[in-house]
């Protein structure tokens, strides 16, 4: 409405647009005020007002010069605020692509015993980098999904190692300038469709029962991105190793995907988690130092979750030769696996060819006295989603306590339905009636969203990331099959919830925003932060956390923030240096709260660019 007016009026004198723009805000401010008395009840029957108020306010949210369609490359169009800023150079080309937690030369010196040197290792402060990390040289964005579950641009994650060494797995194939991925793995080399229609026999995957799974040592997911279309999410992770670029590849190809390894540190999801845990000839030895590992699986699998197990040592009196091992090797890694099962009350309820497939059992008091009898112990009482750098432990996670009870509903309905960790009042403060009250809420702000950057429903976004999730009220509200949403739970938020997340039957992660996430650079489409600065505010630096907003955000993603105004004017300030077009917005009920939102779009630009430059 303002561009229309301004060339309505471009041949009058500078008092007459002055004019017209007060009358136009006028107008604005008396229509927001008309809908609102209306909306109170004191207006009834007005129609007419009603329908002038609606297109009034709908021309008054457009954001003049903020475009959020896709284009590859080139300028983008500038915002309508001014003021000095610094502004921050790219990186040295050496950073396209790195993660400052599983830095490789940093990792290598760390001990490599339990896989410690895997593990998060973040840099010291004076180490950070300030600069913004630069996308390759013709990098694009990837293609939509469904169709970027099998094809990822070369430019993208330009690394053929895999192409060779997994050649005769049909896990990824060169073509062009593109890579292929036919949906193959080490122990599905015919396709995970088939493979999964085998699990489908013995585990409830279609019925909504299994909804959240965990695929440890993923390598490109195809396991996490072939259970999508039947409903189930997958959190997939493998380390940053010689199979260079796999969680890379996974991201790239739309399925969720995060940096990590079982090594020493507790895994970052809360207790009671996940319906369906996933090990592919992943490489983890599951019965060394008495199961530990195997104990850290339970600990995020829900009773009645069920444990696969692909690959050496299932069916070792077959497969001993292929597989170049000696079979008394093979014979004792299973009887430990087998040993650790029974003390987890894990009942096996299939094995066929190469897998093997446990449940874990809902009410562990059948086999208690088993548990008692041995050398291993029940966790003390304490908080087992405290998790965050903390060590494993040799001990069994309890089934009390703690949400994960067979109250839990199948998916889609346990998206809204109560959480039975606030059912049960395990979440202090959130009532049922507080978390309807914010489901409620959420709705109401992905729907002002959606009129802001109308490109949401549209499936050009399709790896999401919530910075600071709460109750999961934003990805609840979002949801659909065209995406997916990681919701990051603070490691310093007031409440952890996490776990009510994962009973909606999404996916989350814990992590701190003062050091990196565990991902590649460019791996998500769009972030979203509520009261996130406000929370890290005296904690870290804004500049430190907008940084990484920039590594892991795609050049043409957006962001949407919303947090107090003396906040958002902080972060404007930096942003205003980062390439990033930007609009600071008053909250949806108008512009007397103090809560604002920030939008912005990412500009294209790759390394060696020199005609892009940060504009507001």
Known sequence: MWAAMAGKNSGDNRTRTSVSIFIIAGLCCFFYLLGAWQR??????????????????????????????????????????????????????????????????????????????????????????????????????????????????????PYKSLTVEKAIQNWVQYEGNVFRFPGGGTQFPQGADKYIDQLASVVPIENGTVRTALDTGCGVASWGAYLWKRNVIAMSFAPRDSHEAQVQFALERGVPAVIGVLGTIKMPYPSKAFDMAHCSRCLIPWGAADGILMMEVDRVLRPGGYW?????????????????????????????????????????????????????RKDSASCRSAQENSAARVCKPSDPDSVWYNKMEMCITPNNGNGGDESLKPFPERLYAVPPRIANGLVSGVSVAKYQEDSKKWKKHVSAYKKINKLLDTGRYRNIMDMNAGLGGFAAALHSPKFWVMNVMPTIAE???????????????????????????????????????????????????????????????????????????????????????????DHEDGPLVPKKILVAVKQYWTLGDTNSTSSQ
């Not at 180490?127 to 430019?155: M, N, Q």
């Not at 932060?529 to 957006?558: H, N, Q, T």
């Open 40 to 157: 109170s009840g004191f207006g009834k029957g007005d129609s007419i007002a009603v329908a002038v108020t609606k297109t009034v306010g709908e021309n008054c949210d457009i954001l003049p010069n903020l475009n959020f369609e896709t284009r590859h490359a080139g300028e983008a169009g500038g915002t309508d605020e001014s003021e000095e800023v610094e502004e921050l150079k790219p990186c040295d080309p050496q950073y396209t692509d790195y993660t400052p937690c599983q830095d490789q030369k940093r990792a290598m010196t760390f001990p490599r015993e339990n896989m410690n040197y895997r593990e998060r290792h973040c840099p010291p402060q004076e180490e950070k980098l300030h600069c913004l990390i630069p996308a390759p040289k013709g990098y694009v964005t990837p293609f939509p999904w469904p169709k970027s579950r099998d094809y990822v641009p070369y430019a993208n994650a």
């Open 308 to 360: 696969v197990l692909s690959g050496p040592p299932i069916n070792w009196k077959v497969n001993f030769k292929a597989w170049q091992r000696p079979k008394e090797d093979l014979e004792e890694e299973q009887r430990k696996i087998e040993e650790a099962a029974k003390l987890l009350c894990w009942e096996k309820i299939s094995e066929k060819g190469e897998t093997a497939i446990w449940q874990k």
């Open 495 to 585: 409440k952890n919830t996490l776990g009510v997340v994962f009973e909606r039957g999404l996916i989350g992660i814990y992590h701190d925003w003062c050091e990196a996430f565990s991902t590649y650079p460019r791996t998500y489409d769009l972030i979203h932060a509520s009261g996130l600065f406000s929370l890290y505010k005296d904690k870290c630096e804004f500049e430190d956390i907008l940084l990484e907003m920039d590594r892991i955000l795609r050049p043409e993603g957006a962001v949407i923030l919303r947090d107090n105004v003396d906040v958002l004017i902080k972060v404007k300030k930096i942003i205003g240096g980062m390439r990033w077009n930007f609009k600071l917005m």
